[in-house]
């Protein structure tokens, strides 16, 4: 797999220092677990992450901690859920952090029409989660229904392809734009598009998506 | 996410008993449940991770309690440490950074699906041949200490103030692409340094 688009190198590091909402976080771990460059990249924004820490000082801790923490320490080895669960769930064609939500494979999403030619699924999130993740779903030579961006916007491909004005987005590649950036995707022919989008919840993507339709639907 | 360096730790006489690269520890406390391993554990990092608490709005208690959990964590858990997934020290300090966003969620009502369990958890068997990346971490830090002030202000308020970047916008009176363009000069200014970590 030849990726070609990355995550900004801002938002690799808002992911590594934990303070991405869950959607975007869910769209840039499944991108990383697709793409080598971006796990060398996280490598690096880790260690800098640490290396800030590591500036943070020392705390004495208080008397008996230590035999506190020994008391507590037995024998039990804990086998984190996610381990089993991932495994026993997971479609194997899809990254571990995407197929951890979607049990039963992109076969199994249940589509909501959403204008011609395009579908999409919500996927759920945290209760009080800001922002939306979901699939899209475009058919091949349709307008991908995203206009001008309002809040940030990443949409990750996951099946078959599009282009705009900034090349070809294929499986694996992310859109990272900021949120004036103008352009106008066009699914590939052929194959259907399916892409993981997540969206400021702020944005109702229904209206966007009736936006981006009524020049040519009068909608 | 987060690594710490050893080099204080070495230059210190009273410590030099744990200067054995804390990959090691990890090792020995997955494969022989060590005791011993796991004290040098706790005083290799239960120092640096309640100050962590502590910079991070934790109050004394909260801060103790926490570093107990991530140690106790780190105990349990040591078999799922892979080399690959980063230096030792970077998994530990991931550890403890979740059971405090954990708990901060929990208290805010906003509960989050552990994204990082996924990352934690790994089937690779703990490798031989990887040593600990800590005098990389030891130039790294010295290198944000001389970055310009605004660039350093970002890192900081990003990875230890825990702030989003539009809240680190907010909070300095800048606009969000300021935000974003200045953690990305300081990320090219700290690349360099980086280039041979694996
Ligand atoms: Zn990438």
Redesign the pocket.
């Known amino acids: 797999m030849t ?1 070609a688009f ?2 900004d190198i801002s938002t690799l590091m808002a992911f590594s220092a934990g303070t991405l909402e869950e959607p975007y976080a869910v769209v840039v771990a499944t ?2 677990a ?2 080598e ?2 796990r060398e ?1 996280k490598k690096r924004i880790d260690t800098i992450g640490g290396a800030v820490l590591a500036s943070a000082g020392e705390a004495a801790m208080s008397p008996g901690a230590l035999d506190r923490l020994l008391a507590r320490a037995d024998d039990s080895i804990e086998l984190t859920r996610e381990t089993s669960r991932s495994k026993a769930a997971a479609d194997s064609r899809l990254p571990a952090p995407l197929a951890s939500r979607l049990a039963g494979g992109l076969e199994s999403v249940r589509w909501r029409w959403s204008g011609p030619g395009v579908s999409v699924a919500d996927l759920p999130v945290s209760p009080g989660v800001d922002g939306r993740l979901m699939l899209l779903r475009v058919a091949g030579g349709r307008p991908v229904p995203e206009h001008s961006h309002g809040g940030q916007e990443l949409t990750l491909i996951l099946q078959g392809a599009y282009q705009d004005r900034f090349g070809r987005f294929g499986v ?1 590649d ?1 859109a990272d734009h900021d949120e004036d950036v103008e352009h106008q995707p066009i699914a590939e022919a052929g194959q259907d598009c399916i892409c993981l989008v997540a969206v400021d919840a702020r944005l109702s993507f229904r209206n966007r998506v009736i936006r981006a339709l009524q020049p040519f639907f009068g909608l | 996410m987060y690594a710490v360096t050893m080099e204080e730790f070495e230059g210190n006489p009273d410590r030099t008993a744990v200067s054995i690269e804390p990959i090691e520890l990890i090792r020995r406390v997955a494969e022989a449940r060590d005791r011993e391993a796991l004290t040098r554990l706790f005083q290799l990092f239960a120092p640096r991770i309640k100050s962590m608490m502590l910079r991070l709005g934790a109050d004394q208690a909260q801060a103790e309690d926490l570093t107990q959990e991530a140690l106790l964590t780190v105990w349990r858990k040591a078999h799922l440490y892979s080399p690959e997934k980063g230096a030792a020290s970077t998994w530990i300090f991931t550890i403890a950074r979740n059971l405090r966003i954990d708990l901060v969620r929990r208290h805010s009502s906003k509960p989050w699906v552990d994204l990082d369990d996924v990352e934690l958890a790994s089937d690779a068997p703990l490798g031989s041949d990887t040593v600990e990346q800590s005098q990389i971490i030891a130039r790294v830090a010295k290198a944000i200490e001389h970055l310009p002030v605004d660039q350093r202000k970002v890192v900081e308020l990003s990875f230890v103030q825990d702030l989003a970047h539009s809240e680190i916008a907010e909070r300095i009176g800048i606009p969000l692409g300021t935000v974003k363009s200045r953690l990305r000069l300081a990320y090219e200014r700290l690349r360099p340094l980086l280039e041979d970590l694996h």
Request: aromatic share 0%; with cysteine; hydrophobic share 40%.
């Open positions: 990726i990355h995550p991108h990383v697709m793409c460059a971006c990249q694996g992310i």
